[in-house]
Every structure is written in C-alpha cells, then in structure tokens.
C-alpha cells in the first residue's frame, strides 16, 4: 500500500479501536498466553504477554497495528523463546477458507497478475501469460457472497463431525468470520486440549476422511445407526433419491449394500467413495489444526487484509451475514476519494459496487479501506489530510 493509502487505513483502524475497543474480549487464562501484533509496513511482533484485557486494548489504540494475534496454546512463560516456553495445552482450533473450496464464481471475480509483463485480467489464473508466455503469474483472489455461504456450508458440516464424531459439546465450540474469506471455529475446551501435532494430525485426517478406502464395503457391514464415518457412509447410501443412476438395484439399502460389494467395479467403488467424500467429508487447513505453535488473528480485531472485523457469529449461524455484520465502521456519509486498479463487484454493507476499472470515484471510506487492504486501488494523493480531518478528535498520529 502506499504511504498516503496506509496512513487514512491506519486512521480508520484507530478510530476502530477507539469507539469499539472494549467489544475485544479476554481469552481465558491470559497471563498463559502468547500474544503479537503486526505494525503496519514492519515485521510481526511476538512473544509478548498481556495481564489484562485492559492492557491489550489501550497497546492496540497507541500501536495501532495492522493485525492483533493471540495464542490458542497456555504456555508456562509466553514471553520465552519458543522452546522454552513451557507448552501447557491448546485450543482445538479449525480454519475454513472460501477460496479452497474453489467455487464456480471464481472465474467471474478472481484476477490473475503477469509479474513479468503487468497483464491483469479477471478469471482463473490460466498457465501462462496470454501476453508473454511467462509463468510468473500471481493469484488475487475475492471472495463473494456465494463463497462465503460455501465456507458457512462447510463450517456447519465441521460442527456436525465436532458434535457427534468427536464428542464436543456445541456450547464449547465458537464460530468466527475470519475478516476476509473464511470461519474460524474454537473449541474452548475439550479433551482434546492436550493433543500433540501428531494427534491433531489424526484429528485432520480423519475430518478430510482420510484412509476411508472402498474395502469398507467388502470387510462389514454397514448400518445406518453405526458411530463415526461408518454410519455416514451408510445413511448416504440409505439416502440417495430413488432415481440415483448410481445404483440398478433400486432404492433398497439392503440392495444397494449388495450392489456395491459384489457387482461394483474397483473403478466404480472409487468413483463413488470420491463422490461420497466431495459431499461429506470437511475441508479444513489443516495446517491450521495441526501446529501448536501459531497466533491467531483475535476476534473483534481488524483484518489487514480487509479492514473487516474478524467477529464471533453468535447463535444464529444461519443468519449471520459477514459482508454486512464484520463492517467494522458503517458511515455511509463519510467518503473518501479512491482510484480502483481493478476490482470485480463488491457487496458490502448490504451494498454493491464496481465492478470498477482503471477509475477514480468517490466512495464510503469503509469501501476504500477494503479496496486499498485488499491491493485493488488507492486513495487519491492529496485527500489524505481531509479525511484523516474527519476522524474526529483522535490526536495527529
Ligand atoms: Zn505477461
Ligand atoms: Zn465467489
């Protein structure tokens, strides 16, 4: 981002934190924690640990860092060295990103970069330049209202497994909009708090239904009642419409059970299981899950990436709406000059814009800041004083 574009972002992110800083919850056992922040154009701060909420909130109104991090693990000394920190215990913590779950849409509003020649073009990144053959093409990816319902999708299908696979009570388990393209989800505690990587591991394995392989259907039988994967392969193939073209033997379980253990092909078993896993198994990073050693964006803080609010969803997953509930300051008065780049339509605020080429317009200064955060346009020159004067009272830093 460029000086002028940094300096109104950085703007915006204080006055955040300045009327809404006290909605940033503590974790539980904060003295435990790890905490870091990012300075905007600097290198990430770790290792520090905070006594209080009260001391995070005012270091985030006087630092004004581009991005908040908290520890899911409990260590002895936050402070120390990685290594000598002392890891106690974690948090289970999941990562579900709507760009992974490569939906349709994202040949409409994904743009692709020649890093070679400059071409920017929306549209999946093709192999090679169009203009120059080169491969040094870079991915900018969006993510709309149709991403981000696939993402709740599949956190719900997440929850699902949490919930009956593995035995965690639903209130344990919170929800997150990243702030950008995707759910964060949190079990506060649980018994699996004491799991290395290797289990979490296990834990992501078997999320992605991983090693499920087509000899379940020769060794035993099935039963729609049965616990874990079992039982969820079994309900799918109870459940399959009558006129699924995936069976001759009609809509009998029995039937279908039979079907495929003695007169599927090998090619035909690992089609469906493929088909069976697409539908039913969740799609996490597992990345994520597995590193005990990460610090992770806190809830109510801002995404950089966005200048969205990364926000607990509450009760009401269904309906929660991310593009219009993680607006962190919804002023539609306030206005900022920006020139777009390039960006496909955005629908923020129960709005939508663009989408916009090679333009210069005037725009709420929420739209900016996610235009600016997400390396699409820019604020104008000069106009960087005038809206940083609309941010009332909040000192010149
Ligand atoms: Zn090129
Ligand atoms: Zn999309």
Known sequence: MDENSTQIVRRYFKEYYFRHGTQIKSPSDIGSREFGYLPFGAMMVRHLSFKDIGALRAMLV????????????????????????????????????????????????????CKSCGRKEFGLRPDICRSCKSNRLLELPWACPMCLDAAKKETFRLLDFLEFDLGIAPVETKVYFSGNAGYHINVEKSAYETLDTHGRAEIADYLSGRGLTPSIFASQRLLPTDPGWRGRLARYIRDLPEDDQTFNSGSQFENRLSELANEFSKKQIESFMNRFLSENAVRIDS??????????????????????????????????????????LKDEEQKAQVFVDMCPKIELGGRSYGPFKSETLELPLYIGVYIASKGAGKFVSGKGEEIAAQTKGLGNQ
């Open 62 to 113: 006087r630092e004004v860092p581009a991005g908040a991090y908290c520890s899911n693990s409990l260590y002895v000394d936050p402070t120390a060295e990685m290594h000598l920190k002392g890891w106690k215990k974690a948090e289970l913590i999941f990562d579900i990103d709507a760009d992974a779950l490569k939906q349709p849409c994202k040949k409409v509003h994904d743009i692709w970069l």
């Open 287 to 328: 990345m994520v899950t597995t590193d005990v050693h990460r610090i992770f964006r806190m809830p109510e803080t801002l995404n950089n990436k966005t200048g969205l609010v990364k926000r607990e969803c509450g009760n009401n997953l269904a309906e929660f709406d991310p593009l219009s509930e993680a607006v962190a």
